[in-house]
Nanobody
């Protein structure tokens, strides 16, 4: 069983930055795909970034490409989401997710992810 705990959310003004962290515990292969999702009120959950927990290629949604960076520390079982140049449209609950599969196919599709954290709130004011 994989257990995920996010932290690092908060309130920031537009143009600011935040770093989200996700602690991963439980049984994981280094090739397991890890991702960050977000969900704003009244909107569907959106995958924004993904990568293998052991490192490798990174994948981003068009809405965050060039502003967000996903990274990991496999030894520490940590996954991060570095968010720069935030806008009010980035306001959402952010979730860390883990897949039992490697990063292939619909990498940012929520249904391929088996484990989810409880979320951390990000609020960006204009």
């Amino acid at each position: 069983q994989v257990h995920l705990v996010e932290s690092g959310g908060g309130s920031v003004q537009a143009g600011g930055s935040l770093r989200l962290s996700c602690v991963v515990s439980g049984y994981t292969y280094s090739s397991n795909c890890m991702a960050w999702f977000r969900q704003a009120p009244g909107k569907e959950r959106e995958g924004v970034a993904a990568m293998p927990i052991g490192g490798g290629g990174t994948y981003y949604s068009d809405s965050v490409k060039g502003r967000f960076t996903i990274s990991q520390d496999f030894a520490k079982k940590m996954v991060y989401l570095h968010m720069n140049n935030l806008t009010p449209e980035d306001t959402a609950m952010y979730y860390c997710a883990a897949s039992e599969q490697s990063c292939w196919g619909d990498i940012l599709g929520q249904y391929r992810y088996n484990y989810w954290g409880q979320g951390t709130q990000v609020a960006v004011s204009s």
